[in-house]
C-alpha cells in the first residue's frame, strides 16, 4: 500500500492515458513504421518559412517564451478579426481544454460531450472528478439536438462539441452550429472544437461573435498548419472567460520557438492553401483505395478518411492490428457503433502507396485472423 496521499479524484482515475502514441507503438514492435496515418498529423508539414522562424529562435531558447504570446496573438487577432483580449494562446487545443475543465469542472460536475468523441477532452474533465454525460452519435455525425438537451437536463456547465469531427470527419453546416449557440442557455458554455477547420467546406463555421460570453472555439496549427510536435492551440471566446483562463493557465508553457514558427506559419497563407489542396488529393486517394478494396470511405471534412469495414469491431481491430503488421500505422473510433470503422490520415503519395499495396494483405490476414 503507498503512502502517498493521493486527491480522492486521482485515486479512483484509472492509470491510463487517452491513447497510446505512436512512438509507443514503435518501442513495442522494435521497429518504426513505414508509413505513420494513425494521428491525423499533417505529414505535408510546416511552410518552409516556419521552419526558418524556428531555426532563427533556436539560439534565443535560453529564454523562457513571452508568457502573453504578444506577437502571435497580435497576429492571431488581426487575422481573425477580434480583439488580443479575446484569444488566449497554449500549449495545443489539448492544453487549452485543460485550463478550461480546470475552470468549469470539479467533482461531481456533469459534462456533455459525444459517445467516442475525442477522448483527450474526457480525460481532462475526468481528471477533475467531472461526470461525463455521453450522447450518441447520430448517424456517424455528433446530435446538436440531443447533446443540447442533455446539457439542459443536467444542468451542464461545459457542453463539448468538435466541428469537423474526429474520429468520423463528418461536419455539420454553420447554420446548425449557429441554432446551437443560439439555443443554448446561459448556464452551458459550448466549447466548440475546430481543430480541423481548415480542411472544412466554406460554410462549416458559424461567424465568430465574441460577444457571447459562454461560447468558447479552439483552433490548432497542429493540423492544417502541420506543426503538431510544436504544440500552439488558441481559443477564441468573450474577454472574460478568455481573461479567466489567466487564474489557472501555465504562464510559461509555450515554447519560444513553437512561438515564433506559429506566427510564420499564420503569414504564410498561400502555403497553407497548397496543404490544404494536398490534403484533398490524399482524401480522394484514400476513398479511391478503401473503394477498390470494397470498403466504404465516409465523407470527410477533415484530413483524415474513416472507413467503414461493413462488419463489426473485431473486424475493424483485426484490420487494424493486421496493417500495423506491416508497419502501417492507423487507428479506429473506440466506441460502438463508429467502431465498425477504420481511420486513416491523409498522406503523401509515397505513404499512399504503401497503404494501396498493404490493405488487400492487411484485410486477408484480418478475415484469416478471426477464423
Ligand atoms: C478534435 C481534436 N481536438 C484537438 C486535437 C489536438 O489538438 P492540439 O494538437 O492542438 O492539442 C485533436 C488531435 O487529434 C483533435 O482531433
Known amino acids: ?20 502514441g505512436p512512438e509507443i507503438q514503435e518501442r513495442a514492435k522494435g521497429r518504426p513504421y513505414r508509413a505513420r496515418l494513425g494521428a491525423n498529423e499533417n505529414v505535408f508539414g510546416p511552410s518552409p518559412k516556419a521552419i526558418r522562424a524556428m531555426q532563427d529562435a533556436a539560439p534565443e531558447i535560453w529564454k523562457y517564451g513571452d508568457s502573453a504570446s504578444h506577437d502571435l496573438k497580435t497576429a492571431l487577432a488581426a487575422h481573425l478579426g477580434v480583439g488580443v483580449e479575446n484569444l488566449m494562446i497554449g500549449a495545443g487545443i489539448d ?19 459525444s459517445a467516442g468523441a475525442y477522448p483527450t477532452f474526457n480525460y481532462h474533465v475526468n481528471g477533475y472528478g467531472g461526470e461525463i454525460e455521453a450522447v450518441p452519435f447520430r448517424e456517424d ?20 462539441f468538435c466541428n469537423p469531427d474526429n474520429p468520423m470527419g463528418s461536419w455539420h453546416r454553420a447554420d446548425v452550429v449557429q441554432g446551437m449557440i443560439d439555443t443554448l442557455t ?16 466554406e460554410n462549416t463555421a458559424p461567424p465568430i461573435d465574441v ?68 490534403v484533398a488529393g490524399a482524401r480522394d486517394r484514400i476513398a479511391q483505395i478503401a473503394t477498390e478494396n470494397g470498403l466504404t470511405p465516409l465523407p470527410s471534412a477533415t484530413n483524415f478518411v474513416t472507413i467503414d469495414c461493413g462488419e463489426g469491431p473485431e473486424f475493424a481491430k483485426a484490420v487494424v492490428k493486421a496493417l500495423d503488421d506491416l508497419d502501417i500505422f492507423i487507428r479506429m473510433p473506440f466506441v460502438a457503433p463508429q467502431n465498425r ?8 503519395p509515397e505513404d499512399l502507396a504503401l497503404l494501396q499495396t498493404a490493405l488487400p494483405t492487411a ?9
Open 1 to 20: 500500500m503507498s503512502a502517498l496521499r493521493f486527491t480522492p479524484v486521482i485515486q479512483s482515475l484509472p492509470a491510463s492515458v487517452p491513447f497510446v
Open 95 to 113: 492544453g487549452l481544454l485543460n485550463s478550461l475543465a480546470r475552470l468549469l469542472v470539479e467533482p461531481g460536475t456533469p459534462v456533455v460531450t
Open 141 to 160: 455525425h455528433e446530435d446538436p439536438l440531443a447533446l443540447l438537451d442533455r446539457a439542459h437536463e443536467v444542468k451542464a456547465p461545459l457542453l463539448y
Open 186 to 201: 446561459e448556464q452551458t458554455v459550448l466549447c466548440l472544437d475546430e481543430a480541423y477547420l481548415e480542411f472544412a467546406p
Open 211 to 278: 460577444s457571447r460570453p459562454n461560447v468558447i472555439r479552439m483552433r490548432t496549427f497542429s493540423k492544417a498548419y502541420g506543426m503538431a510536435g510544436a504544440r500552439v492551440g488558441y481559443a477564441i471566446g468573450h474577454a472574460d472567460l478568455i481573461g479567466a483562463f489567466n487564474k489557472v493557465r501555465n504562464h510559461f508553457g509555450m515554447n519560444r520557438a513553437a512561438q515564433a514558427g506559429a506566427l510564420a506559419a499564420l503569414q504564410d497563407q498561400d502555403y497553407l492553401a497548397r496543404t490544404i489542396a494536398n
Open 341 to 348: 470503422c477504420i481511420r486513416i490520415s491523409a498522406g503523401r
Open 363 to 371: 484485410l486477408h490476414n484480418a478475415r484469416e485472423a478471426l477464423t
